[in-house]
């Protein structure tokens, strides 16, 4: 398989090797177009369609459908939210009772102690979730998404 598909094609099927091959190269992308300050940023949204190609292909190779990996992105997403709740909401609404300072902060401090638990849960999740997909082998034979990574024909 050729770069460009793997890159910036969702279809076929890859085996695990491929698939972190793929990964470490989109991370030392990333890690290299967060030195740059505007246009690192604008390009490593590219990255982002790039991971959604190699990641749906690793779970065709496992019989899965690619829109499985929105589960994870999901619930990271549901739980970073609600860590920045858990931040301004106590503070805000001890602000708005007109409570002492000690109050406001012993508010903060609990919200920001359920923020580090929401934001571990979250890097838990997605680590979880890139283990499942990077170590798990991949179907035998031809399956609905094509034939064995080994065998695929590139056209």
């Known amino acids: 398989m050729d770069?460009?598909?793997?890159f910036f094609s969702?279809?076929?099927?890859?085996?695990?090797?491929?698939?972190?091959?793929?990964?470490?190269?989109?991370?030392?992308?990333?890690?290299?177009?967060?030195?740059?300050?505007?246009?690192?940023?604008?390009?490593?949204?590219?990255?982002?369609?790039?991971?959604?190609?190699?990641?749906?292909?690793?779970?065709?190779?496992?019989?899965?459908?690619?829109?499985?990996q929105l589960i994870p992105i999901i619930l990271c997403t549901t739980l970073c939210i609600?860590?920045?709740?858990?931040?301004?909401?106590?503070a805000i609404m001890a602000g708005i009772a007109d409570a002492s300072e000690d109050a406001i902060v012993a508010a903060l401090m609990a919200g920001i102690g359920g923020m580090i638990l929401a934001v571990l849960a979250a890097f838990v999740i997605g680590f979880g979730f890139l283990l499942w997909i990077g170590?798990?082998?991949?179907?035998?034979?031809?399956?609905?998404?094509g034939p064995p990574p080994a065998t695929a024909v590139v056209a």
Not at 135 to 145: A, F, H
């Open 10 to 68: 969702p279809d076929g099927r890859i085996g695990r090797s491929t698939f972190w091959i793929g990964w470490l190269v989109l991370l030392g992308v990333n890690v290299v177009l967060g030195w740059i300050p505007l246009i690192g940023f604008l390009l490593s949204l590219v990255t982002i369609y790039c991971n959604v190609c190699v990641t749906s292909k690793r779970l065709h190779d496992m019989g899965r459908s690619g829109f499985l």
């Open 3 to 6: 770069w460009k598909t793997l």
């Open 135 to 145: 170590i798990s082998l991949g179907d035998k034979g031809d399956n609905r998404y």
């Open 82 to 90: 609600g860590a920045i709740v858990m931040v301004a909401g106590p």
